[in-house]
């Protein structure tokens, strides 16, 4: 079922009275009512997961990679993906992160995720293969491998540095007017700035965790944070972010995101940015710009760890 609407309660508990024997996803995406043995969530590009609760969580959409290849869509011109891309490889990049970042999401109780999509459909072209079947935009063999891990026993993921999904406390030095150039290295005027529990948004964002008021174009953070000593390489960020932001570890950027998101995601620390880290004493700082629509929020980072290497 899809939807949300009054008669989705109803349409359930039809559905389980006509055949008891299969699980019931009341509603894929769009509200969800708490009803039915699914809580069936929708992310785009994603991964993400819904919260906890006494259901299956599945990932009911997420991907959305786009890849026109002339001569093999439905239209010639004004194809659509939820994310474009204008080669093969960064679109198999971009896949393969998307896989490395889902995994974890399982040890945190992900069932189940579908991607958009098997092929392109008309005017959508975020298929795994060309509208006419031809052709097969991604390499197999990467592929293969890639969904071969997502079969293995899950890591075990452990918050390093909390964010305001895990810790609603945080405090970040913060401001709403454009700082000096350098405001996000370490040494940089920002540990004056005033401080306000994360996240930063207004209230109706979907799935905000509000702690300060931000409802200006811009809102800048800043922050200091421990950690301890440990393989650096497996950290990554999980962010609810709307809309674009820019976050740097130690003032080298570390992920550069555009758009937004309705919950939080998993997202890659850029190379240099995670060369950086250290024992002891680092700094986090996020840039985030609103640039349309009624409702504003800000990222929401922390750091987390896979803490059994994939095999």
Not at 20 to 41: E, F, K, L, M
Not at 84 to 101: C, G, H, K, W
């Amino acid at each position: 079922m899809k939807g949300g609407g009054n008669s989705t309660r109803r349409d359930a508990d039809t559905t389980r009275q006509l055949d008891p024997n299969r699980i019931v996803n009341s509603v894929s995406g769009w509200a969800d009512r708490n009803i039915g043995d699914v809580h069936d969530y929708h992310v785009y590009p994603g991964p993400g997961i819904p919260p906890r609760g006494k259901r299956a969580l599945v990932l009911g959409e997420f991907g959305g990679l786009g890849l026109p290849l002339e001569g093999h869509t439905w239209q010639a011109k004004d194809n659509w993906g939820y994310r474009t891309y204008q080669d093969r490889t960064s679109l198999n990049t971009a896949y393969l992160e998307l896989m490395q970042r889902l995994r974890p999401l399982i040890a945190e109780g992900l069932s189940a995720a579908v991607y958009t999509q098997t092929t392109d459909v008309e005017i959508e072209v975020n298929g795994l293969m060309t509208y006419d079947r031809a052709v097969l935009k991604l390499d197999e063999a990467a592929v293969i491998e890639a969904h071969r891990k997502l079969h293995l026993p899950p890591p075990t993921v452990r918050t390093v540095v909390p964010n305001a999904k895990t810790k609603g406390d945080v405090l970040w030095h913060h401001t709403y007017d454009g700082p000096a150039k350098g405001w996000e290295k370490p040494t940089s005027d920002a540990r004056v700035w005033p401080t306000g529990p994360g996240g930063f948004g207004t209230e109706g964002t979907p799935n905000a965790r509000i702690g300060s008021k931000w409802a200006t174009p811009n809102c800048y953070l800043w922050r200091k944070f421990d950690l301890p000593d440990m393989d650096f390489s497996q950290l990554y960020f999980d962010v609810h972010h709307d809309e674009n932001c820019e976050i740097y570890l130690n003032g080298e950027l570390a992920a550069k995101l555009t758009g937004f998101t309705t919950d939080y995601v998993t997202v890659s620390i850029l190379p240099k940015a995670l060369a950086t880290l250290k024992r002891g004493e680092n700094v986090i700082a996020v840039h985030c710009r609103q640039t349309l629509g009624g409702q504003y929020t800000v990222s929401y980072t922390h750091l987390t760890l896979p803490t059994n290497r994939e095999v």
